[in-house]
């Protein structure tokens, strides 16, 4: 938990997810499910500061005696008030340390977390996920709305009763919320739901993981939607996301829709804008009548992004970002009116604004070997996501999309994109 975060994006962290060992060794628990876990900060901060335990499910146990696993997981009931007590309003990053929406995590728990958000709505907080099927299985149960509002009950009947000794002090900025504790009335049925200080994320790190997390994102009930593109493992076209299989069991009626409007069952492929138009929405198609695919705009029937996060990986083993796919998300948001949040580089930069043109087709000239002499740690990025660090490696015949890089370091390396600094925020909801 930090009051003051290091992350450019966030104000604070907030952890009440915890685990603890056999041994009494308390941290966190995570299982690592796709490629951006290959390099997990927490679990490298897990390892030396909390249980000692890779992030792994040979290591998590429920509440089996029996069971040969070394961690428990649980809710810390002391963290999980945290939030109450704090006055200024922040951007609250929830669980930062694991996931949420992981399977070791129970609706329970989730429901708690959900009810301290609600008694804060001057807070602002941010819930990023890679379980998105999870997260709008969550979001969209009926059942989910009643059972946070009851652990609200059960929260200002804690403050009322002074049970738990201390004073719910942010609940003085909800007059309605005071009214309530005042006269120890119940929320009567009456569930808002989503709450309007909850932001829904999804990290994708390629193209593969955003056409499979965004389309359950957008079909999950929300007043904010982003999406963390960090660590940037390859190019992401927001214009064209998902896939047949993925936005069907996102959006079924979507889908069935859209078959019903082509009067045929035998749609093959479907992709879906999500950042242009907030009124107007772009459905690309094929069918075996139309292999090279169509285009049908109408009244937006999901919502799109509301924010776009995008960074380099950092630490000892980070893999590079090529300067192109950054700038591609940069100018997809800009010509969407989407808020654009460029965090860092990582550890590379590209070696110099100036000289990015360099290609593999001109390594071994006079200028390449100037340049190489002068970059630190110099290597190149493939648009495709290669990296090569060694000369000799370099194709016979070049790749005009290939970039010079060097490792610097997360510091050195910045946050400036083409030299302006990129620090958009979505505006609250009112």
Same mark, same amino acid.
Request: aromatic letters at 10%.
């Given at each position: 938990?930090?009051?003051?975060?290091?992350?450019?994006?966030?104000?604070?962290?907030?952890?009440?997810?915890?685990?603890?060992?056999?041994?009494?060794?308390?941290?966190?628990?995570?299982?690592?499910?796709? *490629?951006?876990?290959?390099?997990?900060?927490? !679990?490298?901060?897990?390892?030396?500061?909390?249980?000692?335990?890779?992030?792994?499910?040979?290591? +998590?146990?429920?509440?089996?005696?029996?069971?040969?696993?070394? /961690?428990?997981?649980?809710?810390?009931?002391?963290?999980?008030?945290?939030?109450?007590?704090?006055? #200024?309003?922040?951007?609250?990053?929830?669980?930062?340390?694991?996931?949420?929406?992981?399977?070791?995590?129970?609706?329970?728990? #989730?429901?708690?977390?959900?009810?301290?958000?609600?008694?804060?709505?001057?807070?602002?907080?941010?819930?990023?996920?890679?379980?998105?099927?999870?997260?709008?299985?969550?979001?969209?149960?009926?059942?989910? =709305?009643?059972?946070?509002?009851?652990?609200?009950?059960?929260?200002?009947?804690?403050?009322?009763?002074?049970?738990?000794? +201390?004073?719910?002090?942010?609940?003085?900025?909800?007059?309605?919320?005071? *009214?309530?504790?005042? $006269?120890?009335?119940?929320?009567?049925?009456?569930?808002?739901?989503? %709450?309007?200080?909850?932001?829904?994320?999804?990290?994708?790190?390629?193209?593969?993981?955003?056409?499979? #997390?965004?389309?359950?994102? %957008?079909?999950?009930?929300?007043?904010?939607?982003?999406v963390s593109i960090e660590p940037m493992l390859g190019p992401i076209d927001l214009e064209r996301i998902g896939t047949l299989d993925t936005i069907?069991?996102?959006?079924?009626?979507?889908?069935?829709?859209?078959?019903?409007? %082509?009067?045929?069952?035998?749609?093959?492929?479907?992709?879906?804008?999500?950042?242009?138009?907030?009124? $107007?929405?772009?459905?690309?198609? $094929?069918?075996?009548?139309?292999?090279?695919?169509?285009?049908?705009?109408? =009244?937006?029937? +999901? &919502?799109?992004?509301?924010?776009?996060?995008?960074?380099? !990986?950092?630490?000892?083993?980070?893999?590079?970002?090529? =300067?192109?796919?950054?700038? /591609?998300?940069?100018?997809?948001?800009?010509?969407?009116?989407? &808020? +654009?949040?460029?965090?860092?580089?990582?550890?590379?930069r590209e070696f110099d604004h100036e000289t990015r043109e360099i290609t593999l087709v001109e390594a071994g000239s006079d200028f390449a070997e /100037?340049?190489?002499?002068?970059?630190?740690?110099? /290597?190149?990025?493939?648009?495709?996501?290669?990296?090569?660090?060694?000369?000799?490696?370099?194709?016979?015949?070049?790749?005009?999309?290939?970039?010079?890089?060097?490792?610097?370091?997360?510091?050195?390396?910045?946050?400036?994109?083409?030299?302006? !600094?990129?620090?958009?925020?979505?505006? #609250?909801?009112?």
């Amino acid at each position: 938990m930090s009051d003051r975060s290091k992350i450019e994006w966030t104000d604070a962290t907030w952890n009440p997810i915890r685990a603890i060992t056999r041994e009494g060794k308390i941290g966190w628990h995570c299982e690592k499910i796709s *490629a951006a876990c290959a390099n997990c900060y927490a !679990e490298a901060m897990n390892q030396r500061l909390g249980t000692g335990l890779e992030y792994h499910s040979k290591h +998590f146990f429920y509440d089996d005696k029996r069971s040969d696993k070394k /961690s428990l997981v649980f809710l810390d009931e002391k963290t999980l008030l945290q939030p109450l007590h704090w006055k #200024r309003p922040r951007r609250i990053f929830v669980c930062s340390m694991t996931d949420l929406f992981g399977d070791w995590v129970t609706d329970e728990m #989730r429901d708690r977390i959900h009810a301290i958000m609600a008694l804060t709505p001057h807070h602002d907080y941010q819930i990023l996920t890679k379980r998105s099927a999870r997260m709008r299985q969550y979001a969209t149960n009926p059942a989910t =709305p009643p059972r946070i509002w009851a652990a609200v009950d059960a929260l200002i009947d804690l403050w009322n009763s002074g049970g738990a000794g +201390f004073r719910l002090r942010a609940i003085d900025n909800d007059p309605k919320i005071v *009214a309530l504790a005042d $006269q120890g009335a119940s929320w009567g049925g009456e569930t808002p739901w989503p %709450l309007k200080n909850v932001w829904f994320g999804v990290t994708a790190e390629n193209q593969q993981a955003a056409d499979k #997390r965004i389309p359950d994102l %957008l079909a999950t009930s929300a007043t904010m939607r982003f999406v963390s593109i960090e660590p940037m493992l390859g190019p992401i076209d927001l214009e064209r996301i998902g896939t047949l299989d993925t936005i069907r069991s996102a959006m079924p009626e979507i889908v069935a829709r859209e078959e019903d409007d %082509l009067c045929q069952n035998s749609v093959s492929g479907m992709q879906i804008d999500v950042i242009n138009s907030a009124h $107007q929405a772009t459905i690309y198609y $094929q069918t075996p009548d139309h292999m090279g695919g169509f285009a049908i705009r109408f =009244p937006r029937p +999901f &919502p799109r992004l509301d924010w776009v996060i995008c960074g380099g !990986e950092s630490g000892p083993h980070a893999r590079p970002m090529h =300067p192109d796919w950054a700038r /591609s998300l940069r100018d997809q948001c800009a010509a969407a009116s989407v &808020p +654009f949040f460029f965090k860092q580089w990582g550890e590379f930069r590209e070696f110099d604004h100036e000289t990015r043109e360099i290609t593999l087709v001109e390594a071994g000239s006079d200028f390449a070997e /100037s340049v190489l002499a002068a970059a630190c740690n110099p /290597s190149w990025i493939t648009a495709d996501g290669r990296h090569i660090r060694n000369q000799d490696d370099l194709p016979e015949h070049g790749e005009p999309r290939a970039r010079l890089i060097e490792r610097v370091g997360k510091k050195s390396a910045g946050r400036l994109l083409d030299g302006r !600094e990129h620090s958009e925020f979505p505006g #609250r909801q009112a």
